[in-house]
T-cell receptor
Framework: AQSVTQPDIHITVSEGASLELRCNYSYGATPYLFWYVQSPGQGLQLLLKYFSGDTLVQGIKGFEAEFKRSQSSFNLRKPSVHWSDAAEYFCAVGIYTGNQFYFGTGTSLTVIP | DTAVSQTPKYLVTQMGNDKSIKCEQNLGHDTMYWYKQDSKKFLKIMFSYNNKELIINETVPNRFSPKSPDKAHLNLHINSLELGDSAVYFC?????????????FGEGSWLTVV
């Protein structure tokens, strides 16, 4: 069965520090991979996605993610975090054979001054 | 110009009432969804429709009934509301194209049952 694991429930970083949010998936083939961000009281906004090709994907707001097939991972990174990045981050997997998407349990990011 | 819009954004109602949440997408997508997000932020798929046909119906109480009058609309009706129905309900849509398949979400409907 497909699954998505975000091992870090909560992360705290200082403003200006680098950030890496982890995501691992379980699926028999290469899935579609996504990162979404949810600010308090808001919906989910697509940050970036990977379908094929270059395994390093650039997204909005200065985020990037790297797909590593050997590790079944799709970690999200940002070199310098801003206070406005404080939010909930969700990793998701979409499968080729149907309109189904599986979401991780989310990582809550706190940014301290 | 909102791609996936849902109304109302906030809804406070008493136990036992019946309520509806409406959703519309202007992306031309064939597939629409309802997700429930609980207090721990966990996202759970409830229903999925493709071209007005139900394709995913997870284990959801039959008090919840989706209706898709056309492929741009997917409404959610909830009968006999219970305290445990308090959550955020997200409508979403997706479409396969040359770049793959991406799901887009509405802003959410915050339902509080008192």
């Amino acid at each position: 069965a497909q699954s998505v694991t975000q091992p870090d429930i909560h992360i705290t970083v200082s403003e200006g520090a680098s950030l890496e949010l982890r995501c691992n998936y379980s699926y028999g083939a290469t899935p579609y991979l996504f990162w979404y961000v949810q600010s308090p009281g808001q919906g989910l906004q697509l940050l970036l996605k990977y379908f094929s090709g270059d395994t390093l994907v650039q997204g909005i707001k200065g985020f990037e993610a790297e797909f590593k097939r050997s590790q079944s991972s799709f970690n999200l990174r940002k070199p310098s975090v801003h206070w406005s990045d404080a939010a909930e981050y969700f990793c998701a997997v979409g499968i080729y054979t149907g309109n189904q998407f599986y979401f991780g349990t989310g990582t809550s990011l706190t940014v301290i001054p | 110009d909102t791609a996936v819009s849902q109304t109302p954004k906030y809804l406070v109602t008493q136990m036992g009432n019946d309520k509806s949440i409406k959703c519309e997408q202007n992306l031309g997508h064939d597939t629409m969804y309802w997700y429930k997000q609980d207090s721990k932020k966990f996202l759970k798929i409830m229903f999925s429709y493709n071209n007005k046909e139900l394709i995913i119906n997870e284990t959801v109480p039959n008090r919840f009934s989706p209706k898709s009058p056309d492929k741009a609309h997917l409404n959610l009706h909830i009968n006999s509301l219970e305290l445990g129905d308090s959550a955020v309900y997200f409508c979403a849509s997706s479409q396969f194209d040359s770049t793959g398949n991406t799901i887009y979400f509405g802003e959410g409907s915050w339902l509080t049952v008192v």
